[in-house]
């Protein structure tokens, strides 16, 4: 490195407007959960202060556990994404190494035709997937969000996985098969440990969009029963519009699980990003 | 000579995903298609051909509502265009700035808000912006800027571009990331010898960093496309169906929810909700057919 790029005055620059920008990105989380923790009086007088012994109080919290569902909310958001987060892997995988190992008529066309999905957003179809899952008796049940977003995560999954799945070594895969190992034996004993990493990546890259979805739980799951926690905390900061406190514990109380999946997981997002499996 | 046995194992790994994909994406996209060429009389499905468009388009009372909201989009669309895409391109290039300390905590931090949901977000610079709670007031009046405040989410003309730039907030990351790898494949000798012909600092970014980011430049505006013209849940959880003050903020996501689901006296109807959503389906293809067959195959790519 020489030091033509590098100049005192420049980096504190460049520091100065980073700093303003991570303060612009974290201001509102930061007074969403400060205020959670006041007293009503507190949260409107001083809203920008920490809460101190004076200020501090749960009441908001001990409002949203009595009057919400939060953790069945939470439980019925937990089992959507999980369900569906491993059927888009399982699923995805497996025709993904189709397409990668396999030479056959249409492979090219089956690719082009997966690959549609990427583009064409699946809320498009909404209309007749209602009347698919009132018709099937779907509706209100978890199954109806765990297989749209099976169908919705598939396409880039299936792109993602199938680019890695050509990366492993096909001496390999020919050494299981003169072992005399079957092709399913193959594609789970060798070939899916390889690619653990790029379905790491798939599974982030959906995990985010799938806990957070507002759409399909609105339309296709609305019952009490099968509400997820993004649905169940839009209806209930809905009711509670003039009660702070309990808005504002809600609020953080629907931040925090994100939060602590972005800290567990935000190196392999990031890794995922920049490695260009989406470009 | 004998045919080589059928492969059954290709279709038991290909069977699975395709008829998920088939079953609960492709064919509702073109059921929907279909149903917008069908209206409901008595009960009774009945074959129309295009009224449902035809009564979009030029009806008063639909057509009305339908410009609104695809004007409203596309202002949507272009707040996106100018204001998040080169901020996220700034981001990134400071980000990917050589030595810079830190930057790994710049990037989670500013990825943050990417993450939480529409309904956080949404109801997070609600009150913020409440003029009841009187945080962004105060903050104004603080560097005496206090008379540029109003109630901005209120306000029919101030109401979409508000909600614009917290969306723009929101998915700042995503263009940043992306430009942000971009840039970390451009090999460290172009940069060298640039330098040697004395181009260096911005004019580096401007006459070299950016024709090698162009292509990664045309995907983030491809997909800012696609998500803004099947937004909805930022608009529905701040303002809701009703796209408040007096449909201002009204886009064709919401547009579609509200026809087809129906909201207060007014009736769902899936015939006219399935015409608009083939509507955004034709916007979508249009997009994206401008971007595949225009932009990208134009884009000189340079071999790095």
Redesign the interface.
Known sequence: ??K???NPF??AA??G???L??L???F??F??LINSFKTRRA??RE??AFPNTDSFSLIGYETVMNQGDFFLYFQNSMIVTVASLF?IL???A??A???SE?Q?KGNLL?GL??A??I??????????????MVATGLVNTLWALI??Y???G??LA?FILSEFMRQVSDDLKNAGRIDGL???TI?FRLVLPLVRPAMATVAVFNM?PI?????FP??LAPAEETKTL?LG??VF?GQFVTD?NA??SA?SM??LP??I??VIF?RQ??RG????A?? | MTRPRF?W??V???A???L??S???????F??LR?ALYTEIDQNRVFVGLQNFQTLFFDPIWSEQFWNALGNNFWFFLIHMLVQNP?GI??AA??S??????A?L????????????????G???K??LSPI???AP?MLDAVGLKFLFAPWLGKEEYALTTLALISV?QF?GIPM??I???L??IPEEIL?AG?IDGI??TS?FWKIKLPLILP?IG?IS?LTF?GNF?A??LI??AQGALAGPDFSTDIL?TF??RT??GFQLQLGD?HM??AI?GA??AI??LG?CIYLFGIQTRMRRYQL
């Open positions: 490195m020489n033509a790029r590098q420049n980096t460049m520091h407007a980073l700093i920008y991570t612009i990105a974290l509102p989380v007074v969403i949260i409107f809203p920008l059927f399982l699923f995805g497996m025709a190494y189709a397409l396999y056959f089956m035709y997966l549609l999905g583009m064409i957003p699946i809320r498009i179809g909404t209309v007749a997937i209602l009347e698919m297989l749209v099976t169908a919705q598939l396409p299936v079957s092709e399913y594609f985010i806990w957070n979805d507002l759409w609105l339309i993004t905390s839009q900061i702070w808005v504002l609020l629907a931040i994100v939060l999946l972005y935000s997002l990031i990003i920049t490695s260009g989406v470009k | 492969r194992h290709i038991v790994f290909l699975p995903a395709v998920v994909y079953a609960v994406m492709i064919f509702p996209l059921n929907t149903l901020i700034a981001l400071l980000l700035h050589p030595r810079l300390r830190f790994a710049y990037r989670s931090a500013i990825f943050i808000p990417t993450i939480l949901s529409f309904v956080i977000v109801f997070a610079w009150l913020i709670w009187g945080i105060s907030w700042v990331m992306l942000y790898a971009a970390l494949t060298e330098e260096t600092g580096a990664s995907i491809i696609v099947n909805f849940d529905y959880a996501g579609m929810y087809f689901f899936p909700g399935s959503a955004m389906f979508i293809l994206v």
